[in-house]
């Protein structure tokens, strides 16, 4: 059967620079957010030592004020997007482009199917293998195989594993770690091999691209970078070469040239950096990862979960500790119609909702607890919402003292659909037992579709306001403001 020789149409050859572009912010900003906990695990207890891959370049001392942070791996901006510890940017950067890339994937796929240039990549007789393994063994003796229609049968193979195994299982993989997802679906993320297999395939999926790349770029220049670039770039149309090496060498340029302006920006500009790559990306991580509710039970629990933030140091809070807590109340102020002052056993009075959950923190890891609490919906019930009302500021005595830079106290934001989430308690107990210090004593939120960080520990206090742009600098929680995460929800 003689079929049509299949060319490089201008569509295909766009197609790929943008891919090209993409791929290397994807892999960079991926890099930013592996330094945040640069382990894997097959496991979700995240138990340490239990990694079987540890890139920490430091030994942590486990004592009993070490925090998950204390194993972070700031990376230089070389390699990640934007480096040196920016774990927010990171995450902007890698949801920006992934939403560039799957736009010219989509692009790429319908033209490829609506034409006859599918026959480009999915073969259609067994005999690929046989054929493929020829291939091989004629690269393996130093020579180069006969051209294909346009690709020889070894290169035609891996173009479709890339494009129809690896690439599909990255996505998959990449939207089970949303712990929207994870928690909504809790059967089917299980049944999928769970977050941290997730995490650790999306990880090998990485790996696996990056040596695709390298290869591919040897073969290129192997049978011949001329004429490769005149069918990439020019699709033969001129037989100049030397056009085509011009064109493609400046398109390599622009990439890395892009690159470099995404990193110093993002270094300089941190904050202009982060609102800018939320425009359009918000609305669409807030329709795909917001409405989930969670409904996990796991029934397990974690031997020696992680916590982040050290305990509060001020005197209010040390006071508290030392009276264990009979002076303690939670406060709820702000548009209400009956403000509340609630001590912990009047709370404890009210009914109790346990949830059994996966934590799952922003940085990578995550622990399996059973909390005990109050719903957050039996609160509001209590003080009954203004109708202007439509965020809950959760207050914390938990003022930072860790570092110089960064202080404030600690504070989340939630909107109303969020604090009504059936999974969504004010927890005075982790595991049957009241709250740790490290894990909030006396009074912690938890919000079982979202990240770790929306769950404030220390909360003495909620505020239901209208809007929240006067609160910190306005950001929606103090990571939000401080390390540039993710403003009003943490889905993904
Ligand atoms: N007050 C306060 N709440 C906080 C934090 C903090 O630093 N201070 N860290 C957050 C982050 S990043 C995570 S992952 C979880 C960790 O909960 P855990 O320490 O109980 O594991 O708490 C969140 N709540
Ligand atoms: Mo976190």
Redesign the pocket.
């Known amino acids: 059967m003689e079929t049509q020789a299949l060319d490089f149409p201008l569509w295909l050859r766009v197609t790929h620079f943008f891919n090209f572009l993409f791929m290397t912010l994807l892999v960079r900003s991926g890099i930013e957010i592996i330094g945040a906990h640069p382990m894997f695990y097959w496991n979700n207890d995240c138990e340490p030592g239990s990694e079987w891959l540890n890139f920490l370049n430091k030994k942590v001392e486990r004592n009993t004020l070490w925090t998950a942070e204390d194993e972070i791996r700031p990376l230089s901006p070389w390699l990640a997007l934007p480096g040196r510890n920016n774990l927010g940017l990171g995450r902007h950067w890698h949801l920006w482009s992934v939403v560039g890339w799957l736009l010219s994937g989509i692009l790429y796929m319908t033209l490829l199917f609506l034409t006859p240039h599918w026959q480009r990549l999915v073969p259609t007789s067994w005999s690929i293998f046989p054929e493929a393994w020829q291939a091989f063994k004629t690269y393996l003796s130093l020579e180069l195989p006969a051209a294909g229609n346009p690709y020889n049968p070894l290169q035609q193979l891996t173009y479709f594993l890339l494009v129809f195994a690896l690439t599909p299982l990255v996505i998959l993989t990449g939207i089970l770690m949303a712990p929207a997802i994870s928690a909504r679906y809790p059967k089917l993320t299980a049944f999928l091999g769970g977050r941290q297999v997730a995490r650790s395939i999306h990880l090998l999926g990485l790996v696996a691209y990056v040596f695709f790349f390298l290869i591919h770029l040897f073969m290129v220049v192997a049978h011949g970078l001329e004429h490769k670039l005149a069918n990439m770039v020019l699709n033969n149309e001129y037989d100049t070469n030397h056009l085509a090496l011009a064109i493609g060498f400046a398109a390599i340029a622009l990439v890395i040239g892009l690159n470099i302006f995404a990193t110093k920006v993002s270094l300089k500009h941190p904050f202009q950096t982060k609102k800018a790559l939320e425009v359009g990306i918000d609305s669409l991580r807030r329709f795909f990862f917001h409405h989930q509710h969670s409904v996990q039970d796991h029934q397990k629990i974690s031997p020696t979960?992680?916590?982040?933030?050290q305990p509060p140091r001020n005197t209010a809070y040390t006071r508290h500790l030392a009276e264990e807590f009979k002076n303690f109340t939670f406060e709820v102020r702000g548009l209400v119609e009956k403000p509340l002052d609630l001590r912990l056993d009047q709370l404890k009075a009210l009914p109790k909702q346990e949830q059994s959950t996966l934590?799952v923190?922003?940085q990578g890891w995550s622990y399996y607890a059973t909390w005990g609490g109050v719903r957050i919906e039996n609160l509001l019930a209590l003080c009954k919402p203004l109708p202007d009302a439509k965020y809950l500021v959760f207050h914390?005595l938990?003022e930072k003292w860790e570092k110089p830079e960064v202080d404030g106290y600690?504070y989340e934001v939630i909107d109303m659909e969020l604090a009504r989430k059936p999974q969504t308690i004010l927890a005075y107990e982790m595991n049957g037992a009241p709250l740790p210090i490290?894990?909030?004593a006396p009074l912690r939120l938890r919000l079982e579709s979202q990240l770790?960080?929306k769950?404030?520990?220390?909360v003495c206090g909620v505020e239901l306001v209208e809007d929240f742009s006067h609160i910190g600098k306005g950001q929606g929680g103090w990571?939000d403001d401080v390390l540039n995460y993710y403003v009003k929800t943490a889905g993904i």
Not at 305 to 309: F, H, K, L, T
């Open positions: 979960p992680r916590a982040n933030g934590h923190c922003v914390t938990d600690y490290a894990h909030g770790g960080y769950m404030a520990k220390y990571r």
